[in-house]
């Protein structure tokens, strides 16, 4: 486990509560409909990918923030937010952070921990399919639209997304 401090200075936070409350802040205000399945696979993949930002990241070319977004897919959503069929969530983002999309930066992932769950979402919102709700469907989701090229396995991510809080929540 990291430190308060050292949490802070890797992913913008200090408590696994304050990742819960972002995921079901973003989903609520960036979700279409139901969302249930949208905050348990947001959590899996923050569980996953950082251990809700308890996993010391000591590398600056993987990943930003508790979902270890890299480089790449940053340009790509934010590519994608500035088409003219988001203006709705360009408003939302700068109403709910106070600042406009298009000047978040990559480093910001690393110091304002509610962004890091607004581009995984978007980055899920993205995708065509419907997110599904049980764990082995949610990891081959996970597997084909955030991780495909790494190194996740079924068994790994099982490990990591035990009793989640959004499991039985809607």
Known sequence: ?????QRLS???ITSDMQVLAGIQLICDIF????NRNAKLLLERTARHESKLGNY???SKEYGEGIFQIDLDTFNWIM???QEYNYLETRK???KHFGFPLNTLEYQDLRRIANTSIFLCRMRYRFVPDAIPADSTAQYK????WWN???AATLEKWNDDTQDCFFEDRD
Not at 1 to 5: D, T
Not at 141 to 144: A, G, M
């Open 56 to 58: 010391q990241d000591l």
């Open 92 to 94: 939302l983002f700068h």
């Open 1 to 5: 486990m990291l430190s308060k401090k």
């Open 31 to 34: 979700s279409a409909d139901s």
């Open 148 to 150: 495909g090229n790494g």
């Open 141 to 144: 989701y996970y597997k084909k």
């Open 79 to 81: 590519d994608r937010l």
């Open 10 to 12: 890797q992913y913008g």
